[in-house]
C-alpha cells in the first residue's frame, strides 16, 4: 500500500523555535505538497516541489520555507513559529500531471505557545 | 479561480439509509475531481478519483458521479454505517498548472447507530 508519511502527528512548539516538518513518500512521485487546514478557511497550499531541488510557492508562504534534497523527503520549515502558525499541516505527493491523484499523509498537528 | 461548494454543510442520518453528497465547481474544464474522507484531526484519505473522460467510478459501497457539463459531482454511500461518520471533501486541480488543488468546503457526516 503506498504510503505518504508525515514523522510527527503532535507537535508543541515555543515561540520563535525553528521547526522542521517531516514528509516521506514511498511511491517514487514527483510532486510533493505542503497545506495547511484551519477551521472556516479549508486548506491552503504553502509551497510545493516538482522535483529534486524545486520548489514553488503557493498561496500562502510567508513564514515558510521548505527543502528537497532527496525526491522521497519533503521539508517544511518554520524559521521563527509564531502563535499563529498554530493549525494542522498536511504532506501530500501526486505523479505526473493534474491527472493523477493526490495521497495525502495523516497530519501533523502543531500547537507554537 | 475555480470555486467548490459542497452541500449539505452537516448531514445526519440513521444507520443503513441510502446518501447522497453533492459537490459543484464553477468552472467545468476540469482534469479529473477527487473525494476523500477526513476523520477528526487525521489526514485526508483519497476514495475516488473520477477522470473528465467518465460519467461513474465505484469502489465498495461507495459510487461516485460525474457532470461536468453542469459542474457537478455526487457521492452516493449505500448502507450508511457509523464507521462512514467523517468530513467528505470533494477536489479539482488547477487547470492552470498551478500544481494545486481546489477543496470543496466539506460535508460532515455522521451516522446515527
Known amino acids: 500500500d503506498v504510503k505518504v508519511t508525515q514523522s510527527s502527528r503532535y507537535l508543541v512548539k515555543r515561540t520563535g523555535e525553528k521547526v522542521f516538518l517531516e514528509c516521506v513518500q514511498d511511491?517514487?512521485?514527483?510532486?510533493m505538497f505542503w497545506y495547511r487546514q484551519d477551521p472556516g478557511l479549508g486548506l491552503r497550499l504553502i509551497y510545493f516541489?516538482?522535483?529534486?531541488?524545486?520548489?514553488e510557492k503557493g498561496d500562502i508562504p510567508e513564514g515558510y520555507s521548505v527543502s528537497r534534497e532527496k525526491k522521497e523527503r519533503f521539508s517544511l520549515i518554520l524559521e521563527s513559529a509564531s502563535t499563529n502558525q498554530t493549525s494542522m499541516y498536511l504532506c501530500?505527493?501526486?505523479?505526473?500531471?493534474?491527472?493523477?491523484?493526490?495521497?495525502f499523509g495523516s497530519g501533523t498537528r502543531l500547537t507554537v505557545v | 479561480k475555480q470555486e467548490v461548494t459542497q452541500i449539505p454543510a452537516a448531514l445526519s442520518v440513521p444507520e443503513g439509509e441510502n446518501l447522497v453528497l453533492n459537490c459543484s465547481f464553477t468552472d467545468s474544464a476540469i482534469y479529473n475531481l477527487q473525494w476523500f474522507r477526513q476523520d477528526p484531526g487525521k489526514g485526508l484519505t483519497s476514495l475516488l478519483l473520477?477522470?473528465?473522460?467518465?460519467r461513474e467510478q465505484t469502489s465498495g459501497r461507495l459510487n461516485a458521479s460525474l457532470d461536468k457539463s453542469s459542474g457537478r459531482s455526487t457521492l452516493y454511500i449505500a448502507a450508511s454505517q457509523p464507521g462512514d461518520s467523517a468530513t467528505y471533501l470533494c477536489a479539482v486541480p488547477d487547470q492552470t498548472g498551478a500544481n494545486n488543488l481546489f477543496f470543496g468546503t466539506g460535508t460532515r457526516l455522521t451516522v446515527i447507530p
Open positions: 516541489s516538482y522535483d529534486v531541488k524545486m520548489k
Open positions: 473520477i477522470q473528465s473522460s467518465q
Open positions: 501530500a505527493s501526486r505523479t505526473g500531471t493534474g491527472l493523477y491523484g493526490y495521497t
Open positions: 511511491m517514487d512521485h514527483e510532486n
